[in-house]
């Protein structure tokens, strides 16, 4: 990728004086706009040649400049899913890359899922509404030790959650992806093994992708075939949980359930999720941490380097 033009756009949704380690504009061949999904655009989308999406504004912001963007080259998501961007894809020319944001959230997500794990077990959301009561809720609680935890959507994210599930004496840590493969930490099963592997699990964490294949994963006979008592926790993206069929589970106290993403999202007013026994509900915060900003500025800066030079871009998950 080489630029054939004197100068180019890049459409940023962080301001430029907060990223170190940009090109320089003008030498560069890189003009930078700020764009953070407001209802203007900063210049003509035909001469973005680099479009940073906006972070967690959602798919319709996503995608609105896409049409417009015929000189586009690159499309780099900040999130570790690109769910929000495929709609728009088919408005773009042949051969723009799009680049999803690993290394970004590992940390983040990794760090939410086990509280989200450590919360629900120990009885954390019990004993805060028992201080609000003035109730000393003692008793014996399930301990992370000794459980058999399930991984659903080994990349880089359940690569992470492993790595701190590592000092908490698991019984056992089962790992499954699209296809299997081997790791350092041991093998990754396929997909297709988990109507034997569900059964087996204290604590099953999605954190796969959402495509066509991961729709609604965890539906009906997915949810019937973990054992009773089992936990079930959301970090990937709330369509990948039939949510319908998670709240007869739950409303029936068979297994529980932590999410950090639900269908729908936000979750609105009145919904059943927000009662439903056993469920602990984070509002989408998996990456929304201390540790994201500095991570996304290196990332867009070490891209743009890449792409001002003519480089190969990193994290190219797919191209139009």
């Known amino acids: 990728m080489t630029l054939d033009d004197t100068t180019a756009d890049v459409w940023l949704p962080i301001p430029v004086d907060e990223i170190e380690g940009l090109p320089e504009p003008g030498a560069s061949g890189l003009n930078y706009r700020f764009w953070d999904g407001g209802p ?15 972070y967690m504004k959602g798919s319709e912001i996503a995608v609105r ?91 880089s ?3 992470a959650i ?27 099963l396929p997909l297709s093994e988990l109507p034997a592997l569900l059964p087996q699990a204290d604590v099953v964490v999605l954190s796969t992708p959402l495509t066509p294949e991961t729709h609604h994963l965890a539906d009906t006979a997915f949810l019937a075939r973990m054992k009773d008592g089992a936990l079930l926790v959301n970090v990937a993206r709330g369509p990948v949980v039939d949510t319908a069929a998670l709240l007869k589970e739950v409303e029936n106290g068979r297994i529980r359930a932590a999410l950090d993403v ?38 867009i800066a070490a891209q743009l380097t890449r792409f001002a030079a003519g480089e190969r871009l990193a994290n190219v998950v797919l191209t139009t």
């Open 262 to 299: 639900t269908d729908p999202e936000p979750l609105p007013p009145g919904h059943p999720l927000w009662h439903a026994p056993g469920v602990l509900v984070s509002p989408h915060v998996g990456g929304s941490t201390s540790a994201f900003m500095p991570r996304a500025t290196r990332l």
């Open 40 to 54: 203007d655009f900063p210049a003509d989308p035909a001469r973005c040649a680099f479009y940073v999406v906006p």
């Open 162 to 188: 492993e790595d701190r599930l590592a000092p908490f004496e698991c019984a056992r840590v089962v790992r499954v992806a699209r296809s299997a493969r081997t790791t350092e930490r041991g093998p990754v």
């Open 157 to 159: 994210i359940g690569a």
């Open 65 to 155: 400049p896409l049409s417009g963007m015929t000189s586009v080259r690159a499309v780099q998501t900040l999130s570790a899913g690109i769910d929000h961007v495929t709609p728009g894809l088919g408005l773009l020319r042949p051969g723009v890359e799009l680049c999803n944001a690993k290394g970004v959230h590992e940390a983040s997500t990794a760090e939410l899922t086990l509280a989200l794990i450590l919360a629900s077990l120990r009885g954390i959301p019990g004993f805060v509404r028992g201080q609000d009561a003035e109730e000393w809720r003692a008793g014996f609680y399930p301990a992370l030790a000794d459980k058999s935890v399930l991984i659903v959507g080994y990349g």
